[in-house]
Structure formats: C-alpha cells, structure tokens
C-alpha cells in the first residue's frame, strides 16, 4: 500500500508544456489511493483542460477566483482549499509560477492558495534549460527552499524548443516516487520496531478438537496496519484467523497455540522498541493431548488443564526499552483490576475493554477503551470503530516518543 493512500493532495498546475502530463499524474495519484484537488493558473488551460483532470480526479476543478461565465457571484475559496489539503503539489512550476511564489505576487487563484496552504507545498519545476540555469530562477529554487518547499528536481532529457538539457519536469511516475520516499522518511515512527499480538489460540484436546475462543483478531490486525502506516516495521503474531493485513509491509507470523506465540514473540522481543499483546490467549491448555482421535465411550468425560505461560507477563519481566501495551477484559472492578494488571506485568500503558460498555469486545466492530497509564493516569474514550481505537493507541505509543 502506498503512503500516498488516503492522503489528499492539491494539484496546483501552471502553464508549460509539460501540464499535459498532469494527467497521467492525477492518474497516478489516484491509483495510489490518494483524493486530488486540482487548481489551475489561467495560462495551464492552454495546455490541458479542466474536464480532463476533473474527470480523472473525480472532483471540480478551480482556476478562477469567481465563476465568470455564470456570474452567479460564486466564489472559490482558496483559503479552503489550501486547509483541505494534506500536501500541495505544485507541477508542473513554471519559471513565472515560481517566482510569484517566491514573492508572494498574487494575481491567480493558484498563487492565492499557494500562499494560503499551512501544508507541506512540493515543486516540480518545468522550463528550458536556460532559463533553469538562470540566477532569477536560481533565486526562487533558494527562496521556496527557504521557506520549506521541497524542490523535486527537474530531469534532463529533450526540451519542447528540440534543445537537449537539464529543465523537463519529473516523469509522472518519479514524481510519485519521490513523493512517496519524502513522505514515508518523515512518519513519525519510522525506525521504530513494533511488536503485536493478535487473534486467539486453539490449544489441542486431541489431533481433531481444541480449546479456543471466539477473538476475531481484527485490534490486533488495526493495530498493525495503523502502527505500519505510521513508518513502524511491524512484526504481527497472530493466532488462527481469517484476516490478512491491508499494509503488506507488516510481517505476519501466524501460530495456533500458546506456547507457540510465546516462542516466536520471544524470537523478536529482544529487537523491537514496543509491544502491543492484544491477543486473547487461552489462559488454560489441556495437560496431555491425546495422539488418536477421542472416542466417546464415556457418558461423561473431563480433560486436566494446566495454565499456559503469560506471554505479556514475560515480556515485562525481561523489558529493557520497550515500550509494553497490554490489553485487560474486565467484568467487575474494571479499573483496580486494571491497574494491578499494570503492576503484575510490568506495563507502560493497559487498554480496558468493561463488557459492561456496550460495543465493546470481541466479535463487535466497535470498541470502547480507557487507556490507563502506569502512573494510573485514567483516560476513558468515546466508543468508536476499532480502526479509530487502532488510531488512538499508535497516537499513545507516537506521544511516548515525542515526550
Ligand atoms: N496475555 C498474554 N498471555 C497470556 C494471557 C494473557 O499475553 N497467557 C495478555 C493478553 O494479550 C492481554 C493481557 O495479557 O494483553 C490480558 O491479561 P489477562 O491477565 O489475561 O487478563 P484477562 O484476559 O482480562 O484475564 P484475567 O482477568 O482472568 O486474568
């Protein structure tokens, strides 16, 4: 999945010959899974029209303060668009365009919301290759620069003059990419490790039958996808499920039992930065397990359980600098019950879930948490869709580093 997904970018195009490769650009924004806005200057229309990327961009398309053919008074806010956006795009840049920037010379609506974006503005400047090498045009490229603009650089290659030289603007697709790696080298927890648990486990009776539970594993798996979205490498334990993860950069370890998701969190535990157990381990597997089939011969029949190990109780043993989340189902108590689980297992933060609270627990799409922190700091949540919850804790472990 690309970081680009979701995001939603202001195309602001201005008028050179390279504005008829906007189109495959929106196109290719869009398959990124990102919303487009685009804003034209007067001069782009020349060169590509409006129904074209207001077709591939699926929404209208701006170039004028007011509606001029309709006179109908209507206005186009630059201001809201310029804060409707994630990130702004500016390509292609002229040499004009970007000396208007520069100086804040604002005669179009692509300059008014250029100079209204509080977001993150790139450019991708378009000109021959004397007019790029020209200390004006030099000039602007250090003021944007100064003023936080990333520059992506122009190619080189042939000019629309038949010229040969450095001035094309970026191919659609490196635009795309250098967007993507910019992007993706700034998510506030790239570098970090994150290590989660999910889903149930089945603890075997005999070869056919075993204890488990109804946890659909779908925290876990939102914990994941939001904590990857957000730069982590990700490593996933998850017992059986029938969930995949939507970010593919998640590393998925799917095990069935207990022991088994001990094991293989204990392979990663030493080399991640934080621990989420959002599993619903069974806390009891039967003492031995029956090679054959179980044949009912008796009318009644008992199985001897014995505890399974505490896998999060463990990680807080052996904790040096990770950060540990554990989750706590309670019924009665809620929040002392919490609280000594904090103690117990040696934890930084415990998401409860009360089955008092409707929406919340397993098989639902809602949850609803109170996060308690280890000084027992309380902070009790709306009930919200598991995505949102997901959102909510990554938030908590991203707080954690920027302390
Ligand atoms: N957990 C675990 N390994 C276990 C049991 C639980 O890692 N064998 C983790 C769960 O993933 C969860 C937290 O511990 O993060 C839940 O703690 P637990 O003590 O099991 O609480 P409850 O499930 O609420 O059960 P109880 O109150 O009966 O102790």
């Known amino acids: 999945m690309s970081v680009l997904s979701g995001k939603k970018i202001l195309l602001g195009i201005s008028g050179g010959i390279a504005a008829y490769k906007t189109a495959n650009l929106v196109r290719l924004l869009i398959k990124a899974g990102a919303q487009v806005q685009v804003v034209m200057s007067p001069a782009s229309l020349h060169f590509v029209?409006?129904?074209?990327?207001?077709?591939?961009?699926?929404?209208?398309?701006?170039?004028?303060f007011y509606n001029e053919e309709e006179g109908n008074g209507e206005w186009n806010n630059h201001v809201e668009l310029g804060l409707w956006a994630d990130f702004m795009l500016i390509a292609p840049a002229t040499a004009n365009t970007l000396s208007k920037m520069a100086n804040g010379n604002c005669d179009n609506l692509l300059i008014a919301t250029y100079l209204s974006a509080k977001c993150p503005v790139y450019f991708a400047p378009a000109m021959d290759l004397d007019m790029y090498k020209h200390p004006s045009t030099l000039d602007s490229f250090h003021k944007l620069k100064t003023f936080g603009n990333i520059m992506i650089p122009a190619e080189s290659g042939e000019l629309a003059s038949g010229l040969v030289g450095e001035g094309r603007m970026a191919e659609p697709e490196n635009i795309v990419a250098f967007l993507e790696k910019d992007i993706a080298s700034k998510l506030p927890l790239k570098g970090k490790k994150i290590l989660i648990t999910?889903?149930?486990?089945?603890?075997?009776?005999?070869?056919?039958?075993?204890?488990?539970?109804?946890?659909?594993g779908k925290m876990g798996f939102d914990i994941a996808d939001e904590a990857a979205n957000n730069g982590a490498e990700v490593i996933l334990v998850s017992g059986p499920t029938h969930l995949n993860v939507k970010n593919n950069s998640v590393k998925v370890v799917r095990v069935t039992s207990a022991q088994e998701m001990y094991d293989a969190c204990h392979e990663y535990y030493n080399e991640v930065d934080v621990a989420i157990a959002a599993a619903a381990v069974a806390d009891y597997r039967p003492k031995n397990v029956a090679n054959?089939?179980?044949?009912?011969?008796?009318?009644?029949?008992?199985?001897?359980?014995?505890?399974?190990?505490?896998i999060l109780a463990s990680l807080g043993e052996q904790k040096k600098k990770q950060f540990?989340?554990?989750?706590?189902?309670?019924?009665?108590?809620?929040?002392?019950?919490?609280?000594?689980?904090?103690?117990?297992?040696?934890?930084?933060?415990?998401?409860?879930?009360?089955?008092n609270d409707k929406g919340a627990g397993f098989g639902q799409p809602t949850n609803k948490v109170t996060f308690i922190s280890k000084d027992f700091e309380i902070e009790p949540k709306e009930l919200k869709s598991k995505e949102e919850v997901a959102q909510d804790i990554i938030n908590k472990v991203i707080q954690f580093y920027n302390a």
């Open 49 to 64: 029209t409006p129904l074209t990327l207001a077709t591939l961009s699926k929404n209208p398309v701006y170039s004028t």
């Open 198 to 216: 999910a889903g149930p486990t089945y603890e075997a009776i005999d070869p056919v039958r075993f204890i488990g539970n109804h946890s659909s």
């Open 292 to 310: 054959q089939k179980i044949k009912k011969n008796e009318s009644t029949f008992s199985i001897e359980l014995e505890k399974t190990k505490d």
């Open 324 to 355: 540990l989340i554990g989750f706590a189902l309670e019924t009665e108590n809620e929040i002392e019950h919490a609280k000594q689980k904090i103690q117990k297992k040696n934890l930084d933060l415990i998401v409860l879930n009360s089955l």
